[in-house]
């Protein structure tokens, strides 16, 4: 349920920014594009309220979906089967209509305003953001990773000792949160300047941080464990 509470105030915060970007909009802007990305019609920003209104629901869906399977267990004795699943495929759902919402909002401050106009889109913002959702939740999993489950790195190098697994899984669950908050940041910046470095910057220390790191502690953890092992004679 701390879960549950943590994402619900992120998702408020989330709601409460949108809502201040909401009033730096211009006063009309683009609703509604069609597949070349030409602008089809124009109307107030405070059409916008429904792009924003969406995740807000789905949050809250999220917040009573989980209170109500935790009750159910609580009266059963036993454990939801599938509550992981519906829980987090909620949480990617919110995350998924709120970059939406963030990306048309920040497309209309561009001050789009003609029918006809075509709309230029920031394809690397996109796929960082997506991408670095789902890093921020890959990495959030990671982190309770157990053996049996199907996450975490399940190399044969990798899953040769629990302990060494276990230690791994853990800290590419740090870096892999970490990398997708610095892919969305990342791309925000470098939409923002234009600047060669924070695109190169950003995609390597993300590659190094969230496969060679790991990579490189898993192998630094099996030397050290077979230097320890005591040698027969």
Not at 27 to 49: A, H, P, R, Y
Not at 191 to 220: A, H, N, W
């Amino acid at each position: 349920m701390k879960n549950a509470i943590r994402f619900f105030l992120f998702g408020m915060v989330n709601f409460i920014g949108m809502m201040i970007y909401l009033f730096f909009l211009p006063d009309m802007t683009f609703s509604s594009v069609n597949l070349q990305m030409e602008i089809e019609g124009i109307s107030s920003k405070w059409f916008s309220l429904i792009d924003i209104l969406l995740p807000l629901i789905i949050l809250f869906i999220y917040f009573f979906e989980t209170f109500y399977l935790l009750r159910r267990e609580k009266m059963r004795g036993k454990p939801f089967q599938n509550r992981t699943v519906l829980e987090w495929s909620t949480m990617l759902i919110y995350l998924f209509t709120s970059i939406v919402a963030w990306l048309k909002m920040i497309l209309q401050k561009e001050q789009y305003v003609g029918v006809g106009d075509t709309i230029s889109i920031p394809v690397f913002y996109i796929v960082s953001a997506i991408i670095g959702s789902i890093f921020i939740i890959v990495g959030r999993l990671f982190l309770r990773a157990e053996r049996g489950e199907c996450l975490g790195i399940r190399l044969p190098f990798f899953t040769k000792d629990h302990s060494i697994w276990r230690r791994t899984n853990y800290l590419a669950g740090i870096f892999l949160f970490f990398s997708g908050i610095l892919l969305i940041v990342g791309a925000i910046l470098y939409e923002t300047f234009q600047k060669d470095f924070l695109f190169y910057g950003t995609i390597g220390t993300v590659i190094f941080f969230s496969f060679l790191v790991p990579m490189g502690y898993c192998i630094f953890l099996n030397i050290k464990k077979k230097k320890n092992q005591p040698k027969n004679f």
